[in-house]
C-alpha cells in the first residue's frame, strides 16, 4: 500500500544519505592522504639530494 512505498522511499533516502557521508568522509581521507605523500615525496627528493652530494663528496676525495 502507499504507506509501505513511502516508508521504503524515506529508508532508500536515509541509506542514500548515508553513502553519501561515507563517500565524504573517504574522500576527505583520500585528499589527506594524497597531501601527506606530495610531502613525503619532497622530503624524499631533498634526501635523495643530500646522500647524492655526500657520495659525491665521498667519490671527489677517493679521486683527489
Known sequence: DQGE???KADKKLNNLRTDGIDMENKRRKLE???EDNKKD???QQ?????QRQI?????G????
Request: no cysteine.
Open 5 to 7: 512505498a513511502v516508508k
Open 32 to 34: 589527506q592522504q594524497i
Open 41 to 43: 615525496q619532497t622530503a
Open 46 to 50: 631533498v634526501e635523495i639530494e643530500k
Open 55 to 59: 657520495l659525491q663528496t665521498l667519490t
Open 61 to 64: 676525495k677517493r679521486k683527489g
